[in-house]
């Protein structure tokens, strides 16, 4: 324990640059996500047959272990001289974030009340105040919920990236397994576990805050 | 006010073509209540949603104060009409007085404005105004959400009110106390309301006017009275039941009726007021077995009495007898 305070304290530049590299990659890949994965689930929401594809594909890309995908990722993107480093990690856990945006955001528009819908067409409003007044502060919070888990869930994946040269809090890990030294193993998994923790939390106040009384859980 | 002419609607079902709505006319005055009566699918919806161009009619028009809804912009016509549905559709992330203030905000109203309008109707569908301006749907039962429906509706003051099945998702206390509550409100509003029911028993008590429709034709229309009384039509009658003569009375009331008290009556012995209903009143003859009962005024003096032979004559005096409520 002891040596472990003493190893954080002497390296923690290093240990925060780390976690700086961690949060981009996780922050660059869960914000491309959201950018493709809203769209996705809205249009999935609005039709039937896209949504079983979509969340088809996007469950199985789920099942796909992070080794493996790694694998794959590493000879299609050496084409491109990319194989191995920031690109596949980021592509990687782009990959990992589209089911639970795509699929919360999915949910979250097949959930509004059709008598809602109808209620305010029936007062008249235009399309975009549809969308302004009804239905977005109903599914912004759903949806934010599907942002935190891909975020947590990805801080974890992130960890193994190191392995393909991505660097982040995985890279402690990975010394310290191949160096036999404790101190930099349990420095990186306290580290990822700590961020993923913030990361959460953090989140998850952001999502109340979103979140009208009116919707809390009763 | 109102005036529907040759109306009709034809959807496309499984390559055939269904008329929904097929050759309505239908006129409604200022300040009246039209009750839209029949079994579900025959129209009576599709008609309602068309006047407010939620459903764009196949043919015919919809004029209101002779002008052609057609001809208005969509959005603009809405928001003068308001809508009240039986699924009441409260916005469960809106307070109270966010969902009553909707529609004055889409038109602009400052949020002073908006605020005193809420408190206003709050009070006036007899809810506690700072008890319940802040409150979430989530917060109010069946009955409370469907008076801050109807609140919801008149918010910005619109002459026209339609009105689907408002009260149907109600048990039949409550449903009994909205009606009333409701038209006790529309005596001071004076709103033009088209309402949609499936009930007899509702039509008879709300309408000023009822349309019973069957696949998507207005087979009867008049005063209550007038379509109770008509019995020349199988499917008419047998929507209205046989006991007709029972849901013609209650719209009648002792006064409409009173003779001069010229006999005595037993101290104690059952007695009517001038408001009762008729059907009330009825009810008390044959339960006691008399052929007139004495009427008070709520004061204790004598208005007179109510005979059943007039209750009769009443019934036999037909169409042409104007319900005096």
Known sequence: MGELVAYVGSNWPKILWLTWQHITIVGVAVGLAVITGIPLGIAAAQNRRLAGVVLYVASIIMTIPSMALFGILIPLLAVINRGIGYVPAVIALFLYSQLPIISNTYAAFRSIDPALREAAHGMGMTRLQRLRFVEAPMVIPVIMAGVRTAIVLNIGIAAIAAYIGAGGLGLLIRSGITQTDTRQILAGAIAVSLLALGADRLLGLLQRRLTSPGLAAA | MIKIENLSKVFEQDGRRVAAVDGVDLEVGRGEICVLLGPSGCGKTTTLKIINRLVVPSGGRVLVDGQDTAEFDAITLRRKIGYVIQQVGLFPHMTVEQNIGIVPRLLGWTPERRRARALELLDMIGLEPQQYVGRYPRELSGGQAQRIGVARALAADPPILLMDEPFGALDPVSREALQDEFLAMQQRLGKTIIFVSHEIDEAVKMADRIAIFRSGRIVRQGTPDAVLSDTSD????????????????????????????????????????????????????????????????????????????????????????????
């Open chain 2, 234 to 325: 199988a499917f008419v009658a047998g929507f209205i039941g046989r006991d007709r003569a029972l849901k013609r009375l209650r719209r009648h009331h002792c006064r409409e009726i009173l003779e001069p008290c010229n006999r005595a009556f037993a101290r104690g012995a059952p007695s009517v007021t001038p408001e009762d209903d008729l059907r009330t009143a009825l009810s008390m003859l044959v339960e006691a077995d008399l052929d007139a009962l004495p009427c008070y005024q709520p004061d204790g003096n004598i208005a007179g009495m109510v005979r059943l032979a007039r209750i009769r004559g009443l019934l036999d005096g037909g169409a042409e007898l104007e319900a005096a409520s």
